[in-house]
């Protein structure tokens, strides 16, 4: 029997990173250096964590780009599909109009 909790893959990688940072930032604490280099460690950590962050927003804002445009593709292809489909109907319904009665009946 399986033990689901709801736990998604999501929260476990968040609970699971955020382990990672509470034990990095303790043990740079209580790590046998002076607090000027533990403050340069962590302005170092910082930095880095900073352009990490700017990479991916930047990487995000292109994927969004990238749907945002196929989105628009698609919203273009069907409109030209329902375009021709309903002047298709359009034509149908002209015909059979103009058709003599004697030849609707059948």
């Known amino acids: ?15 699971f990173v955020g382990g990672g940072v509470v034990g ?5 604490l209580l790590a046998p250096q002076s607090g000027r280099e533990s403050r340069e460690q962590l302005r170092g950590y910082a930095r880095r964590a900073e352009e990490t962050v700017h990479e991916l927003a930047e ?5 969004f780009g990238q749907a945002v445009d196929r989105g628009r593709e698609c919203v273009h292809e069907t409109q030209a599909v329902l375009t021709e489909a309903v002047e298709a109907g ?8 103009e058709r003599p009665a004697s030849e609707k009946k059948g």
């Open 1 to 15: 029997m399986a033990d689901n909790r709801g736990n998604s893959p999501v929260a476990v990688l968040l609970a």
């Open 59 to 63: 990487q995000a804002a292109q994927v």
């Open 90 to 97: 359009r034509t149908a319904m002209q015909r059979e109009r």
């Open 24 to 28: 990095a930032a303790v043990a740079l």
